[in-house]
């Protein structure tokens, strides 16, 4: 594809469901991050995948997160008895590591509101 | 820890010039980007200093002082379309990305 993809572009569930997020990185990217982006904040680092190497877990903010990511394809970023806190947009973004300047490029994001 | 300052909210007027700081503290430091993000879009790469010094792409310049951990975007002759948020990112190390809150620029005709 031109770009990141991501689905769906938005879920709204209720407090105590499971989600489940879709990022769909640019083809020959290696490296695949994940972001959460509460309203008028910054991003906030999740999870980095890079490989077949061990992911980089150390954003995910509960064991109620988690992540896997197939070989060098599609990742699934699944949030489990979701809470009213978890509302935000989750950005996934993907990069060619071996390149210098490293540019991540972004996903339209999921946009998450848990009633 | 990591930590990365960026004022909040500027304001400028349209062809004028703005200059948004951006200062960190990080464990370690392998490059510093800027992205833009327009509101309820995903952030699109402006620029990438890893040595001192400037670098300048078109409109739009940015500044790294490593021994300082200071950094700004310079952006000239402002255009409507510039208002934005400008996110502040350490690469601190391995692939370890740290974004400070951004600076939410609104240009005035």
């Known amino acids: 594809g031109a770009g990141v993809s991501q689905s769906p572009s938005n879920k709204v569930t209720e407090k105590g469901k499971d989600v489940e997020l879709r990022c769909d990185p640019i083809?020959?990217?290696?490296?695949l991050y994940w972001y959460r982006q509460r309203l008028g904040q910054g991003l906030e680092f999740l999870i980095y995948f890079q490989g077949n190497s061990a992911p980089d877990k150390s954003g995910l903010p509960s064991d109620r997160f988690s992540a896997e990511r197939t070989g060098e394809s599609v990742s699934t970023l699944t949030i489990q008895r979701t809470q009213q806190e978890d509302s935000a947009v989750y950005l996934c973004?993907?990069?060619?590591?071996?390149?210098?300047?490293?540019?991540?490029?972004f996903g339209p994001g999921t946009r998450l509101t848990v009633l | 820890g990591q930590n990365i300052d960026q004022p909040t909210e500027m304001t400028a007027t349209e062809g004028a010039i703005v200059q948004i700081n951006c200062t960190y503290q990080?464990?370690?430091?392998?490059?510093l980007f800027w992205y833009q993000q327009h509101a309820g879009e995903a952030p699109t790469f402006l620029s990438y200093n890893v040595l001192d010094g400037l670098e300048e792409k078109g409109r739009f310049s940015s500044f790294l002082s490593r021994s300082k951990g200071y950094s700004y975007l310079l952006l000239k002759e402002l255009q409507m379309k510039d208002s934005a948020s400008y996110l502040c990112?350490?690469?601190?190390?391995?692939?370890?990305?740290?974004f400070g809150p951004g600076t939410r620029l609104s240009v005035l005709p």
């Open positions: 990080t464990s370690g430091f392998n490059g």
């Open positions: 083809s020959g990217h290696t490296a």
């Open positions: 973004a993907s990069s060619l590591v071996a390149v210098q300047n490293n540019e991540q490029f």
């Open positions: 990112a350490v690469r601190a190390w391995g692939q370890n990305f740290v």
